[in-house]
Each structure stands twice: as structure tokens, then as C-alpha cells.
């Protein structure tokens, strides 16, 4: 992230699985509660500093679009609903970059015309 000089978009979707993600780590004791806490407080300070930026999602067509790359590539690729939908949302929002470290997502994003950001 430190190497790209736009705002990413930060949807919904990415703030409810981040968050949980934190408190995931938590459980399986990865992190502390007080790490969680940092984190958070990291995510809010990206937010703030608008190296996130809060974006609303078209839902009914993000739903249209994971499902119509799910019938494409879903058994080629063995991506999850999520994955689909990350995707399709990107789509839908019209950008061009995708970061992610999931390689079955990184994967589906360049299918779906989307450059992989690593």
C-alpha cells in the first residue's frame, strides 16, 4: 500500500471483514486485544488521512455481476462468494487496480480485467 499514490476505495463490505478479522486474530490468540486495539486505531488514522476512503456500494449490481464472474470462473478458479463479490464490486465501482494477497482472488480479478496489485 505504502507504494500507491491514490486513495483505495474502502467499501462496507471491507471494513465489516477487516474488523473481524481483528477479532478473529484474537481468538486464535495471534494477537492481543491491545494489538486489536492498535490495529483499529491504524484503520481509523488510514481513514482519516484519507488513505481509505469510505465508498458506498451498488449493491444489486455487484450481486448481478459476482454471480455472472461465479458462473464464468468459479469452478476453474475454486473462488469463495466473497471473493466473487470483492470482485465484482471493484468492477462495479470502475477500478483498474486490485490489491489483495489471496491468490484465487488475484487470480479472478485479472480474469475479470482487473490488474493485480500484489
Not at 5 to 25: D, Y
Not at 29 to 41: D, M, N, Y
Request: positive net charge.
Amino acid at each position: 500500500m505504502a507504494k500507491l499514490s491514490v486513495t483505495l476505495p474502502f467499501t462496507p463490505l471491507h471494513r465489516h471483514e477487516v474488523r473481524n478479522a481483528f477479532r478473529l486474530s484474537v481468538f486464535r490468540a495471534e494477537i492481543t486485544s491491545t494489538e486489536k486495539q492498535a490495529a483499529s486505531a491504524l484503520l481509523e488514522s488510514d481513514l482519516k488521512s484519507e488513505i481509505l476512503s469510505h465508498t458506498s456500494i451498488p449493491w444489486t449490481d455487484a450481486f448481478r455481476k459476482s454471480e455472472q464472474l461465479g458462473e464464468r470462473y468459479g469452478q476453474a478458479l475454486g473462488v469463495r462468494a466473497t471473493d466473487l463479490l470483492h470482485v465484482a464490486i471493484a468492477c462495479e465501482l470502475g477500478v483498474r487496480d486490485f490489491l489483495t494477497f489471496d491468490q484465487r482472488q488475484g487470480k479472478l480479478a485479472e480474469k475479470a480485467g482487473l490488474r493485480w496489485l500484489k
